[in-house]
């Protein structure tokens, strides 16, 4: 198929609930959105930048210079048979992945719907529901994060994610495992200590986690590997990980005993997929990150979600948990199996309706 034409959409849509973590409080997210046009169909993808250069380096301002200014260009005209041919025509920039794995989302979609044929199928996909979680944010009290924490268990959420801090984090953990002992728990540090935290670290070993996920520097594996030989709680790497390379190197030195996977942060469902296959090689288990995304990336993570090698549940909660009105249907809802269903539309198997684009658009 020949590249006619790509589109972007600045958006902004407001969150059901505020996320806090340790970088700061979101009430919205701002998003880019990429349409790739071809032969009359549009294949659509999300990328995950955020306003600021906190999770990662790139922005929603560096995302749309980076498309606008190289990859739209490089892609203009050119012909594509598979997804990952949009990649060969990339390698020339440098980082960018988030940017990166808009387009080439977008090129799944375009080839999934020329194809009829679904994202997860596209992929390798082997389950119909994916396992899920929900990731909550740092809420103001104890009081308020188990209050908080009730609502997502009562919703029917079986594995609960929990953003911890300096100064909030042994203590809120304590608190929700002795009111929910036998809750599915975890945390997430987003590289918010250094070594010196090891005591926090011990004792949060002693609290029966699946996993804690990056604590220390996001471009570390080195002291990773260090404070992984002192704790039984497997770490997961969530930031340090950006490519297949980064992966395979973190499991050399033991830095971590799982992998977050994310399309956005890795530059697309191919690196993904390369990870999910390298961790599924060495018997580590993986599961999907999310990014409060759209339905649209929504619906990518779980087609990728569907491989056999993600084995955790993902950070992939039902719609109603980000937005109260997304710009892509159908809405995903939360199976009482605290499974989310996986896509079977032609690529990413949802559709963006254009009056509530036009409503979240801002440029
Ligand atoms: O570190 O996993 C993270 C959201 C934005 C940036 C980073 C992270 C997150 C989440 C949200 O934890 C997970 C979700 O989309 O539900
Ligand atoms: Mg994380």
Same mark, same amino acid.
């Given at each position: 198929?020949?590249?006619?034409?790509?589109?972007?959409?600045?958006?902004?849509?407001?969150?059901?609930?505020?996320?806090?973590?340790?970088?700061?409080?979101?009430?919205?997210?701002? !998003?880019?959105?990429?349409?790739?046009?071809?032969?009359?169909?549009?294949?659509?993808?999300? !990328?995950?930048?955020?306003? &600021?250069?906190?999770?990662?380096?790139?922005?929603?301002?560096?995302?749309?210079?980076?498309?606008?200014?190289?990859?739209?260009?490089?892609?203009?005209?050119?012909?594509?048979?598979?997804?990952?041919?949009?990649?060969?025509?990339?390698?020339?920039?440098?980082?960018?992945?988030?940017?990166?794995?808009?387009?080439?989302?977008?090129?799944?979609?375009?080839?999934?719907?020329?194809?009829?044929?679904?994202?997860?199928?596209?992929?390798?996909?082997?389950?119909?529901?994916?396992?899920?979680?929900?990731?909550i944010?740092?809420e103001?009290?104890?009081?308020?994060q188990?209050a908080r924490v009730?609502q997502?268990?009562?919703? %029917?959420? &079986?594995?609960?994610?929990?953003?911890?801090?300096?100064?909030?984090?042994?203590?809120?953990?304590?608190?929700?495992?002795?009111?929910?002992?036998?809750?599915?728990?975890?945390?997430?540090?987003?590289?918010?200590?250094?070594?010196?935290?090891?005591? #926090?670290?011990?004792?949060?070993?002693?609290?029966?986690?699946?996993?804690?996920?990056?604590?220390?520097?996001?471009?570390?594996?080195?002291?990773?590997?260090?404070?992984?030989?002192?704790?039984?709680?497997? #770490? $997961?790497?969530?930031?340090?990980?950006?490519?297949?390379?980064?992966?395979?190197?973190?499991?050399? #030195?033991?830095? $971590?005993?799982?992998?977050?996977?994310?399309?956005?942060?890795? %530059?697309?469902?191919?690196?993904?997929?390369?990870?999910?296959?390298? $961790?599924?090689?060495?018997?580590?288990?993986?599961? $999907?990150?999310?990014?409060?995304?759209?339905?649209?990336?929504?619906?990518?993570?779980?087609?990728?979600?569907?491989?056999?090698?993600?084995?955790?549940?993902?950070?992939?909660?039902?719609?109603?948990?980000?937005?109260?009105?997304?710009?892509?249907?159908?809405?995903?809802?939360?199976?009482?199996?605290?499974?989310?269903?996986?896509?079977?539309?032609?690529?990413? %198997?949802?559709?963006? #309706?254009?009056?509530?684009?036009?409503?979240?658009?801002?440029?």
């Amino acid at each position: 198929m020949k590249i006619e034409r790509i589109e972007l959409h600045l958006i902004r849509l407001p969150l059901v609930h505020p996320f806090e973590t340790s970088f700061g409080r979101a009430f919205e997210r701002p !998003c880019v959105l990429v349409a790739m046009h071809s032969e009359g169909l549009t294949g659509w993808g999300e !990328c995950v930048a955020g306003d &600021g250069p906190w999770y990662s380096s790139e922005t929603v301002e560096t995302a749309w210079h980076i498309l606008r200014d190289f990859m739209l260009p490089a892609l203009q005209g050119q012909a594509i048979q598979t997804a990952a041919d949009v990649l060969p025509l990339l390698e020339h920039i440098r980082g960018h992945q988030m940017a990166r794995a808009a387009l080439e989302m977008a090129a799944w979609d375009l080839l999934g719907k020329a194809q009829n044929t679904a994202l997860a199928t596209m992929l390798g996909g082997v389950r119909q529901q994916v396992s899920v979680g929900v990731s909550i944010g740092i809420e103001p009290t104890i009081a308020e994060q188990l209050a908080r924490v009730e609502q997502y268990v009562n919703a %029917g959420y &079986g594995r609960v994610k929990l953003k911890i801090k300096p100064g909030w984090d042994v203590e809120p953990v304590r608190a929700i495992r002795e009111r929910w002992p036998d809750l599915r728990l975890q945390v997430d540090a987003n590289s918010a200590y250094t070594l010196d935290a090891l005591p #926090i670290f011990q004792e949060l070993d002693q609290v029966g986690l699946l996993l804690i996920e990056q604590p220390l520097n996001h471009d570390d594996i080195v002291e990773h590997a260090r404070l992984q030989q002192q704790l039984q709680t497997p #770490i $997961c790497l969530d930031e340090s990980i950006q490519s297949p390379d980064h992966a395979r190197w973190a499991l050399a #030195i033991g830095a $971590c005993r799982i992998i977050n996977i994310k399309v956005g942060r890795v %530059g697309g469902l191919t690196a993904a997929k390369a990870i999910h296959d390298l $961790c599924a090689a060495q018997q580590v288990p993986v599961w $999907c990150g999310g990014m409060l995304e759209t339905n649209i990336g929504r619906a990518a993570n779980l087609a990728l979600a569907s491989l056999p090698n993600f084995t955790l549940p993902g950070d992939i909660s039902a719609s109603a948990r980000y937005y109260r009105e997304d710009i892509a249907a159908p809405d995903f809802v939360l199976n009482t199996d605290s499974t989310v269903t996986v896509p079977t539309g032609p690529g990413l %198997g949802v559709e963006v #309706i254009p009056a509530r684009l036009a409503a979240a658009r801002q440029r």
